[in-house]
């Protein structure tokens, strides 16, 4: 357990309640990315900006927070090459088919007590263990 | 205030939430699936903390009849455990996984400028507008 870091989870973890909490106040919107996501290909024209705005949002806070510490937007990626590649096309297929990933299944709809978004997220949480405990017993993660 | 700042205010928040709390990390985020290997329970903090906003928030704003901005409150209608729910769940939990990235922070992660980054953002985005668009076609033939 190496690498605990409770409170600065908590902290983030906060902020992205309010910023859920905000686009319903104020637009009346679920704060699920890849609804959001989604919606720029079938929603109608008028609902397209105010999700690309939104998008640019998320792209930017952790460009501007790198000027508060220069190490936030240093990442690692455990697994890279054709199982990255496939790992993306399973998000982008499953959060679609699913109607939400962690935002919106696992933050918004289990705050409002949906037993859909509670059976998708543990659904999701448990296709990833599993995941992880496949790639770690074929030696894949170190 | 549009729709469009108030969204960029909430793709803000959001963002500085993934990025704080470590989420933008691939690596953080396997350590967490990894209950059986070398565990780091640090992310579910990342959901706690934006559940303590969220349940209370959505609580207060139910009862509202319309947000600030829009003409109405878009909640989710969908109550049904279908299916589709579950293989998408289940898809994305394992490409989620395999790679580590949700789709908000593979969003977020733009900024790191990280080659895997946007091979991972390259198939997740063609994945999902791909699923959209033949999805939305086929509802709406005859």
């Known amino acids: ?142 | 205030m549009n729709r469009s700042f108030s969204a960029l205010i909430a793709g803000l928040l959001f963002g500085a939430g993934l990025t704080i709390s470590a989420m933008v990390n691939p690596a953080k985020v396997i350590a967490f699936l990894d209950i059986f290997g070398n565990w780091d329970p640090s992310l579910a903090f990342v959901m706690g903390g934006a559940l303590l906003v969220t349940i209370p928030g959505y609580f207060v704003l139910r009862k509202k009849e319309k947000p600030l901005l829009e003409e109405q409150f878009f909640w989710p209608e969908a109550t049904q455990v279908d299916r589709k729910l579950i293989i998408g769940a289940t898809l994305f939990g394992m490409g989620w996984g395999l790679s580590g990235l949700c789709p908000g922070p593979a969003i977020a992660s733009v900024g790191a400028f990280e080659i895997n980054s946007l091979i991972f953002l390259g198939a997740m985005l063609t994945s999902a507008f791909g699923y959209r668009y033949i999805s939305q076609r086929n509802a709406s033939r005859p």
């Open chain 1, 1 to 142: 357990m190496e690498n605990f870091t409770p409170i600065s989870a908590t902290l983030g973890g906060m902020l992205i309640g309010l910023s859920a909490l905000w686009l319903m106040a104020a637009n009346g919107r679920i704060a699920g990315v890849s609804g959001i996501l989604g919606g720029l290909v079938t929603a109608p024209k008028g609902e397209r900006r105010w999700r690309l705005w939104f998008l640019t949002g998320l792209i930017l806070a952790p460009l501007l927070l790198t000027f508060i510490r220069r190490d936030y937007l240093e990442i690692q990626f455990p697994v890279t090459g054709t199982l990255l590649i496939l790992g993306g096309i399973l998000v982008g297929i499953g959060t679609q088919m699913g109607s939400g990933c962690t935002s919106g299944h696992g933050v918004c709809g289990i705050a409002r007590f949906s037993a859909r978004s509670l059976v998708a997220t543990i659904t999701f949480m448990a296709a990833g263990v599993v995941m992880v405990a496949i790639l770690r017993s074929a030696g894949v993660l170190s």
